[in-house]
């Protein structure tokens, strides 16, 4: 395996990270409640009374936030991901991980940033579960298919 360094983000993973931590941190603190992708937009799907508004607004936020980084963001600092699949691959894989969020119970934001944050077991083995999986598509894909 090689890194391709003129691909390597170091600066904008870091700031990310620290982003998505922050958010995490101060999401649970003010709310009660853990920051889980998944969770919140499962909550859209049969919404409980006075739940909808913050979780639309969620949501929206994060399908707002790619277009606002790009107008604030100084010229060539973001870069769009290269995707080497079509739409249909696309939307099928989406879909797989929607089901294995469900089966999960949770993504890998609420597991892998706040589950594992508050020292949880289930996180740790539903993060570990999740890698391991990644790892074995990569390698599935990459070497043997």
Partial sequence: MTIAWTHFTPWTSLAGGLLLGLAAALFILLNGRVLGISG????????????????????????A????????????????????????LVVLAGLLVGVGTRYGSGCTSGHGVCGLSRLSPRSLVATLAFMAAGFLTVFLIRHVL
């Fill in 65 to 88: 936030a790619p277009l606002v980084a790009s107008l604030l963001a100084p010229e060539g600092f973001l870069k769009a991901p290269r995707i080497d699949a079509g739409y249909g």
């Fill in 40 to 63: 919140i937009l499962g909550g859209l799907l049969a919404p409980k009374r006075g739940d909808a508004g913050w979780r639309l607004s969620f949501v929206l936020g994060l399908l």
